[in-house]
C-alpha cells in the first residue's frame, strides 16, 4: 500500500452510523480502515471481525496512541464531540466528526482551534454536501437561472411509532433533539445556498424530556432574503428544500440522501411551472465524503470552508435553540 | 328560461377577475348573467357589449335595485366589500364576494349579520376549495392514509418585475398586501385541513408602503399540531401545500389553480418516499363554485359553512397580519 496515496483510519466507537462510514471507508480509493476502538475490549473485537478491520481497542485514547493511524472518524454521541476531537487532535490525527459538530458554538471553536493549532483537518459528516448532485445544484444556483434569491424553504423529519425515551436523540445532557439531529441539515442547506450567517432567527418546538421532539422556524437574512424549516421525529419521512428566486424555483425532494440512490435527482421550474428534472451521476455520497476529507489531507490542502461551515451551522443551531426555548426572537451577532 | 332553475347574476365592478368570473356564470348550469355595474355609464355599457350581458348600469345602487336581479358578484376592491355586501344583502341579493372577504373580522361579521338577517347566502370568491380535485383530496385524508396529520407547508407567490406603486395590491386603505391577497389562499388550505382555528400566530413581512410585500408565518393548533407558509409579491410563481402526517405526506403543488388545467393532480407518498399520483375529474373550478353558489340558492339550503370559513380565515388573517406588525405572537382567542 503506498502511504502517501492513502489516509489511514480509525473509528472511535462502534455507532450504527459507523457501520456506514466504516464501509465507505473501505471502498474510498484513497483511504483504509485501520481500527476501531470501543470502551469494551470485546465488542470492539467482535466489530473488527465482522466489519475486517485489523485493529481493535478497548479504549479510544489507545487508538489515538497507534502512530499507525492518520485519521479518525467519531460517531459518538454530541456530548463527547469536543473531548475525543481535541483528544485526536493533539494526538494529531485528522478528525471527521459526526453531526452535529458540538453542543454549542464555543465547543465547536475550541475544537476547531485545537485541529488548526495541530495542524490536523476537521470536518463535520454532512454527507449531502459531497453528492456530485450538489456540485450540480451550485453550479444551477450559479447559472442564474432562479433570478435573484429571495427564499429556502425545507423540511427533514422521521416518524418514530412510540418515543423511545431511551434513545440518545432524547437525552438533553448527550446532546439530543430534532435541531441538532435533523435541523443540523436544514440550516446547512440554507447556509449553502446563502453562504452568510442569518441576521436574526425564531424557532418553536415540542420539548419532551428538555429535549425538542420537533421545531419549526424562520431565519431572516440581508437584503430581505428569508428562509425556514421544520423537522422533527414526529412526522413521516421528509428531506427536502425549495430554492424560490425571482424568475425560478429550484426542488430537490431528497437532498440529504437520494431516495433512489440510482436517481439522485433535482428539478428547476419557470414561473409558468415548466420543470426540467436533471439527474447527477449516482456516487455514493459517503464516499465522496471520505475521498474529499483524505484528498485535503494526502495534498496537503486542509479546507478552511469545511469547518466555517460547521461553524456556522453551530451559530445558527445554538440561535435557534436559544429562540425555541423562549419562543422569542434571537439576534445574531456578526 | 325556467327561473327555478337559474339564480340570476349582476356584478358590481369591472376588475379583470370579473372577466373570469363573468364567463363562469355564462357557463354554469344554473345560473345567467344579467347585469354589469360600472361607476361610469360608458365603461358598464363597453364592458357589457364585450361581455354579452344584457344589462349595463352606471352606478352599483341601481344594479341592486333591479328586481330582475338574484345575486351578485363583487371584485371590488377589499376595503369597498362590507360596504357593497350589506347594501347588496338589505337589496335581497345573494353575494359572492371576491377574496379577502373583508378588511378585518369585525367587517366579516357584520357583512355575515347583514346576509343572514336578509335571508341571503354569502360566501368568498376562493375557487380552488370548489374544485373536484379538493373533494378527492379530502377524501384521502380522511381515509386516514396519513396517519395523524401533524403540520401544513403551504407557500403562495409570484414576481412583479418592477413593484407597481400604482396598484391597489400596495394600497393599505384598499386592503392590498399579499397577506390578504395570497396568504387567503394559505390560511384557507390550513383551515381546510384542521378545520379549526390556530391558537397563536407568528408572523414577519417586508412591508412597501405599509403594505406588505411579502409575509412567513407560523400557525400553531391544538394537540401540537402546526402549519407555516409564506407569500409574495416578490417571487417566483408557486402555489403549494404539503399537508403531513405520522405515516404519509400530501402534495399538491398548483392547489389554487392547476398548472395544466387538463391534468389536475395531487400525490400521496409514504415514509420511504413511495408516491401515488392521482388525478381528478377537469371541471373549471370558477364554473364549480359559481354552480355550488347557486345550488344552495335554488334549493333554499344557504350553506353556513362557507361563510364561518370565511369568517375564521378572516380571524386568522387580522391575526398574522397583528403579528407581522409588532414581529410577536399574537393569540387568537376562542
Not at 175 to 184: A, K, N, T, V
Given at each position: ?27 474510498a ?34 487508538l ?8 479518525v ?9 469536543a ?25 465547536a ?8 493549532k495541530?495542524g ?7 454527507m449531502?454536501?459531497?453528492?456530485p448532485r ?52 436544514c ?47 414526529d412526522?413521516?419521512?421528509r428531506?427536502w428544500?425549495?430554492i ?38 449516482t ?7 471520505i ?14 470552508s ?21 419562543e ?7
Amino acid at each position: 500500500m503506498d502511504k502517501t496515496r492513502t489516509v489511514r483510519w480509525g473509528i472511535l466507537g462502534t455507532a450504527r452510523i459507523a457501520e456506514k462510514v466504516s464501509v465507505a471507508i473501505q471502498q474510498a480509493s484513497n483511504a483504509e480502515l485501520k481500527g476501531i476502538a470501543s470502551r469494551s475490549t470485546e465488542k470492539a473485537s467482535v466489530w473488527a471481525s465482522e466489519f475486517k478491520v485489523p485493529a481493535s481497542y478497548g479504549h479510544y485514547q489507545e487508538l489515538l496512541a497507534d502512530p499507525e493511524i492518520d485519521a479518525v472518524y467519531i460517531p459518538l454521541p454530541p456530548s463527547l464531540h469536543a473531548e475525543w476531537t481535541i483528544k485526536a487532535a493533539e494526538a494529531g490525527k485528522h478528525v471527521l466528526c459526526e453531526k452535529p459538530l458540538a453542543m454549542d458554538v464555543n465547543e465547536a471553536k475550541m475544537m476547531a482551534d485545537a485541529c488548526s493549532k495541530n495542524g490536523v483537518q476537521l470536518m463535520d459528516g454532512v454527507m449531502w454536501v459531497h453528492h456530485p448532485r450538489t456540485k450540480m445544484m451550485k453550479e444551477k444556483l450559479q447559472e442564474n437561472i432562479l433570478g435573484e434569491l429571495r427564499r429556502v424553504t425545507s423540511a427533514i423529519s422521521f416518524c418514530w411509532d412510540e418515543i423511545p425515551l431511551q434513545n440518545i436523540r432524547l437525552h438533553k445532557n448527550l446532546g439530543g433533539g430534532s435541531l441538532l439531529d435533523m435541523g443540523w441539515y436544514c440550516a446547512r442547506a440554507i447556509l449553502w445556498v446563502f453562504d452568510e450567517l442569518p441576521v436574526k432567527v425564531f424557532a418553536t418546538a415540542k420539548f419532551v424530556n428538555e429535549v425538542d421532539l420537533n421545531l419549526s422556524a424562520i431565519l431572516w437574512f440581508p437584503d430581505g432574503k428569508r428562509a425556514s424549516f421544520d423537522c422533527g421525529f414526529d412526522s413521516c419521512m421528509r428531506k427536502w428544500f425549495e430554492i424560490t428566486g425571482t424568475k425560478g424555483v429550484l426542488n430537490c425532494n431528497d437532498f440529504t440522501r437520494p431516495w433512489d440512490l440510482e436517481n439522485p435527482e433535482f428539478q428547476v421550474c419557470d414561473t409558468f411551472g415548466n420543470c426540467e428534472k436533471l439527474k447527477s451521476s449516482t456516487h455514493l455520497q459517503e464516499v465522496c465524503m471520505i475521498e474529499s476529507f483524505c484528498d485535503n489531507i494526502l495534498n496537503n490542502k486542509p479546507d478552511d470552508s469545511l469547518v466555517n461551515d460547521s461553524i456556522r451551522t453551530q451559530i445558527i443551531c445554538d440561535a435557534l435553540g436559544e429562540s425555541a426555548e423562549k419562543e422569542e426572537i434571537v439576534i445574531i451577532k456578526s
